[in-house]
Structure formats: C-alpha cells, structure tokens
C-alpha cells in the first residue's frame, strides 16, 4: 500500500503543476549529445535533462553526483562519504550501461566497467546533458540507458579569472581558481579544484552515528586546461586536458574466523585501507566549416590508474587502463538548412595495462538524420551504427525518434532504440574474481513517450535487457532471458509566481531481472523537490530534498536476506548574499533534520552539516 508521505507529496507535486506558471526558456539552450552534432533542445526527440550553471550556482552542488541526483530517473548508491564507491543507475540500469563523457571523451573504464563518478568534483561546468534510453547506435557500446556528457566552460572574450573558497562540517575544505583569456585567435582557460575533507567513518551499523568511529579521509585536486586557435573564421583546432588525482580512506571487511566476512570498525585496524586513483582524459580536434558542412577530425585519450591497499591485503589491486579513439565526422545541413544528416567513423582500441593485460579494438561507421517539417512542428530523428569488434561479435544498432508540436508550449515525443554492453575486462578474463570468458555482450531494447507543457512533463519508459551479466554461483553469467526496466517520470520546473520557482520531479521504477528479482538499490519511488526565492535584493534562498521509497539493499550480514534502506525524506538549504559585483557568499546546510538513514546496509550517511563559502571574480 502507498503510505501517507507518499500520497502527501505526490498530492503536492499535482497541485503544484495546476499552478499558473510562466514557460521556462530552455530553447536557447544547445546540446551536443543526441546526434553527435549540435541541437537546439526544442529540436532533439529523445527524453533530455539538462543542468545548466545557473542550477548549479543556485544549488551549490559539490560533486557532479549531487547535481545528477536532482534530477527524474535517476538513482544514487553509494558506499560512505565523498571518494567511496558510488553507483548512479538511470532509469534503474547498471552504471555501466550509461556512457560518461567530459567534453565528449570517455570516463567509463573498460577495466572493470565502472564509472569513476566519485571523484567528479563540480570543476567550472557549463552544463550536465542527460539522454536518456538507448544511444548505442550514436555513440557505441556503452550507452544502452543513456548517455552523460559534462560539458566545461570555455574562454570568454577578454581576461577572466575567479577563485573561491569553502569550509564546513567533517573539516572539509574546497577551494578552486580560474583564469582564461579569449582573443580573435586564441584562447585559453585553465581551472583548478582541491577537495580535503576529514570525513566520516564509510562503515557505521544502523542507528549507529558515524561519528562514534575513526574519520575515512579524503583528498581530490582536479586540473582543467583547454587551449584553441583560430586559422580564420572556417578553421580551428582545440586542446583539452583534465586530471584527476585523488586519495580515499575506507573501512574494509577483513576476513574472520567467527563471522565469514568480518568487519573491523577501529582506527588501528583500518587506517591504512586506502584508494589512490589518477584519472586522466586528453582530446585534440581539428574543425572546418564551410557552406556544405561542418567538419571534425579528432583524437580523444583516456588513462584510468588506481591502486587499493588494506590492512591485510586480501582486496589489494592495482590497475591501469587506456582507452585510445581516432574518429572523423561532418554534419551537413539540406533543405534550407531545416535538415541535417551526420556521418562518421571512428576506432577505438581498449587496453588492460597492468593487471590482466589483455586488449581489443572496435571499428564503426555510423549516419544520424534529422528532419523538420510542417514549420519545425514535427521532427523526426533516425540512426544507425555499425560496430566491428576484434574480440565479440559485430554489432549493429538503430533508433528513431518523433516530437510533434501541438502548439508551441505543447508537444508529444516517442523513442525507440536499441543497445548493447560489452564485458569488462575483469568480467571476462579475472578468473579469481569471478572472471567468464564465455560471456555475452547483453542487448538492449527501450522505448519511451512523453508530454510537455509549460515546464511540465510526464515519460513512460519500458527498458528490455537480454543477457543480463550478474555475479551467479561463484562467477559473472549471462542472465536468459528479458530482464525488465520501466516506470514513469514527472517533473515540473517553472515560476509559479514572481521572485518564486518550483523544481519538483518523481520516478516511479520497476527494475527486475529475468527471474523476477528485484535489482538492489533502486527504490520504487523517488521524490525531489526545490524551491527558490528571490524577492529580497541581493539575497537567494532555496529549500530542496528528496523522498526516498522503500529500496533493498545486500544485508550487511551477508549470511541474512536482503534488508530495505528506504523510507525517508531528507531536507536542505542554501542562503546567497551578493556583496558586490565581485564578491559573494554563501551558506549551506545538509541534511537540516539530521535524518538518521542509509543508501547501502551497513555504509554511513552525512550528518547535519552546514558549510559557508565565499567567491570572488573580475
């Protein structure tokens, strides 16, 4: 049965949307993640989120989990504080299943088919781009739930610089810099992020409160750089770097005679369990624009370093991974420039460095479409990719999307795709951790419809995944059969009225696989809600939260069935004071009514925490 809570707040969120409202403008906004070519939103079919810097700013996320956190369709696990292990599975699928990009260059690591999102500090970002449902047949494998491309910000005209800083519970200390400059020619921009934070014990049983433990330290310092020159006003070629060096404390489960997977909870015995990681990713891009096309030939990079030790070394790894792409493509506008098609080709070669020493490689050919028609009130966007893999069979993937505009508030969208994800290299070859060799690469079937109005929207999706890969008996298998991902998204993001903006949206999921089972740490019902205030000069104040439903979770005994986590509603806030032009300040306070919860059995959760920061820019 639905409890009150649940009614309460869905009752809101409806009323809410009833309210009179003023149309959100996101049709200036301009993505690059739906066809691999540049869309205005209004014009792309698939189901899109966008967080822009504004959202940002107002919210003052930290990690680039709390901001994608905020959003429909989207679900956070993670295993203690900032640096511990963190899964973001959309619309209920794996994080594996989602391709993450920073300025279109892969974050996935082929290594162990992770995604290294607890390390991605919110480092001058201009905007999040979420696709949502299958993207394999734009971008590859990878992408059978989505596609998330962080996109920085670039040079401004002239010479730019910020820096600020912020301290708070737990110790914790950030600070970033800036500068850049844009010329007719050149321009350059270099940003840095330095994350210390004392932290809190990962492991902490429940009703226990972290803090009656020994703190899990962590350190991360980011380093952006992006250059570009201009031959003339049809040429350019751009480089961009980012690393990411970062420390992590953890709590490990240390092996015990009275109890299989003992857990050890006392500084001593854990102090020296601890992750070090170096992430780099590097692009270089050649561009030419002419009356018939826009050009790209490129070169991306992307190096993965980790090394874990602990206290009895039975989890210690050590790893390196390279992922190394070569690729060209060209968009060319047709009929008055109301259609575009993109072609392109790319290779890709993975390799396992350090650990299992094994490669393969991937070549692809691929062609999108998009038609407008009926003066821009019906689009239709079509594509399809051919991959050709040295070590799986070959792949071919498609997709098509419809938007119709009733009028230009409204509009309808469907999507149909398909997908598919390849094993990692330990899934595949690491036979003491559960390696197979015989796996299948799994494939993905999704489709999804949606309504749009003032702000509002609703999406039903129903997500197939054939070949499920999930730990059976001792070892990584493929799942017979269909497993299944499907819900409903709600959001509502509008004035209601002056100086007053509402930011609300629900997920109702069912993940489950071929069996039945229910898939561990996704609840069925997720609720988020925001409110910004303006009315007071120079001042911004904002309310947001989130509800959490009922979620299973792996029982921190692991010889006891599964345990829910679900079942609680967590609060913040957020006070802006501009000083100046060049000077701001800020403060902010987590988890207001200290909510005693977990996301994962047995793994702490922040406490009440306030943090107070100050910028300055000219």
């Known amino acids: 049965m639905i409890n009150k809570t649940k009614i309460s707040l869905v009752a809101s969120f409806l009323i809410a949307t009833n309210l009179y409202s003023q149309q959100t403008s996101l049709d200036e906004i301009t993505i690059s993640s739906a066809t691999k070519s540049e869309q205005k939103l209004r014009d792309v079919t698939s189901n899109v989120d966008v967080i822009t810097a504004e959202d940002i700013e107002t919210r003052k996320f930290k990690t680039v989990v709390e901001a994608l956190n905020s959003l429909s369709g989207i679900n956070i696990s993670s295993n203690g504080g900032m640096g511990t292990l963190t899964q973001v599975y959309l619309r209920g699928m794996n994080t594996g299943n989602t391709l993450v990009l920073i300025d279109g260059i892969r974050y996935n690591n082929p290594y162990d088919g992770s995604v290294d999102f607890a390390h991605l500090m919110i480092n001058e970002i201009e905007r999040i781009e979420v696709i949502k449902g299958a993207q394999s047949s734009i971008w590859g494998a990878d992408a059978s739930a989505g596609v998330i491309n962080i996109i920085t910000k670039s040079s401004k005209d002239g010479t730019h610089g910020s820096a600020s800083v912020e301290y708070g519970r737990y110790d914790s200390k950030i600070s970033k810099a800036t500068i850049s400059h844009k010329n007719k020619n050149f321009d350059a921009k270099l940003s840095a992020t330095r994350v210390d934070t004392d932290g809190f014990s990962a492991i902490s049983p429940k009703s226990n409160e972290a803090k009656d433990y020994e703190d899990d330290g962590y350190e991360n310092t980011t380093v952006d750089l992006k250059l570009g020159y201009n031959f003339d006003d049809n ?9 990411i060096d970062a420390k992590t404390n953890f709590d490990d489960m240390i092996y015990s005679s009275d109890f299989p997977w003992g857990i050890d909870q006392t500084a001593s015995a854990n102090s020296y369990a601890r992750t070090k990681t170096r992430n780099s990713i590097a692009s270089l891009n050649y561009e030419n624009k002419n009356s018939f096309a826009t050009t790209n030939i490129y070169t991306n990079y ?31 506008p047709y009929l008055n420039e109301t259609s575009s098609v993109t072609v392109g080709a790319e290779y890709k070669g993975f390799e396992d460095k350090e650990d299992i020493n094994r490669k393969y490689n991937s070549k692809a050919i691929y062609i999108t479409n998009t038609n407008k028609f009926f003066d821009d009130k019906t689009i239709i966007t079509e594509a399809l990719r051919y991959d050709r893999y040295s070590d799986f069979d070959n792949k071919t993937t498609g997709k ?101 903006f509402l930011n609300l949206s629900y997920t109702n999921l069912s993940a489950k696989n071929a069996n039945g089972d229910k898939l561990q740490n996704r609840p069925t019902n997720k609720f988020n809600f925001g409110v910004d205030y303006y009315g007071l000069k120079d001042f911004h104040f904002n309310i947001n939260g989130e509800y959490i439903g009922t979620r299973q979770s792996v029982n921190f005994d692991y010889n006891k069935p599964n345990v829910e986590t679900g079942n609680y509603t967590i609060w913040n806030a957020v006070v802006d004071y501009e000083i100046n032009k060049n000077f701001s300040t800020y403060l902010k306070l987590d988890n207001i009514f200290n909510k005693d919860y977990q996301i994962v059995d047995g793994y702490a959760t922040s406490q009440r925490a306030a943090y107070v920061g100050l910028k300055a820019s000219f």
């Open 400 to 500: 098509i999307g419809i938007k119709q505009y009733i009028i230009d508030e409204l509009n309808f969208s469907s999507n149909y795709g398909t997908g598919y994800n390849t094993p990692s290299f330990i899934q595949l070859y690491k036979t003491a951790w559960g390696g197979n060799p015989d796996l299948n690469p799994e494939k993905t079937r999704s489709y999804d419809i949606g309504v749009e109005y003032k702000g509002f929207s609703i999406t039903y999706f129903n997500t197939k995944v054939n070949n499920l890969i999930q730990w059976s008996a001792g070892k990584n298998e493929n799942i017979k059969g269909d497993s299944r991902f499907k819900g409903t998204e709600i959001s509502y993001k509008n004035s209601i009225i002056d100086d007053v």
């Open 235 to 243: 040429n350019r070629v751009s480089l961009a770097y980012e690393t």
């Open 302 to 332: 992307s190096r993965f370093k980790n090394e874990t030790k602990t206290e009895v070394g039975f989890n210690d790894s050590k790893n390196k991974t390279d992922i190394k792409e070569y690729g060209i493509k060209s968009t060319i």
